[in-house]
């Protein structure tokens, strides 16, 4: 069993920054595939950021030179660096990790970009 705990949204204005952290209980190094999604309003959830096995980052068109993903091991911690935050970017925030076959999810974090 994975749990996944998410800190770091919040309000902030267009053009501004906000650092997602996501926890994890258990070694990230042991995940094959760690990563964050979100939910706006009224919309399917989407892939935002994953690292899989470690090492390969992928990124939503809509969020590539803007968001950077990134691990610590030592905090067995997931980062999601979200830069040049646009309207659009608002929504639930989800990390995710998937590890021998089984998906866990956190309990999300909202983030708000408005003026």
């Known amino acids: 069993q994975v749990q996944l705990v998410e800190s770091g949204g919040g309000l902030v204005q267009p053009g501004e920054s906000l650092r997602l952290s996501c926890a994890a209980s258990?070694?990230?190094?042991?995940?094959?595939?760690m990563g964050w999604y979100r939910q706006a309003p009224g919309k399917e959830r989407e892939l935002v950021a994953r690292?899989?096995?470690?090492?390969?980052?992928n990124y939503a068109d809509s969020v590539k030179g803007r968001f950077t993903i990134s691990g610590d091991n030592a905090k067995d911690t997931v980062y999601l660096q979200m830069n040049s935050l646009k309207p659009e970017d608002t929504a639930v925030y989800y990390c995710?990790?998937?590890?021998?076959?089984?998906?866990?999810w956190g309990q999300g974090t909202q983030v708000t970009v408005s003026s």
């Open positions: 995710y990790a998937l590890k021998s076959g089984t998906n866990y």
């Open positions: 258990g070694s990230i190094l042991s995940m094959n595939v």
């Open positions: 690292i899989i096995n470690g090492g390969i980052a």
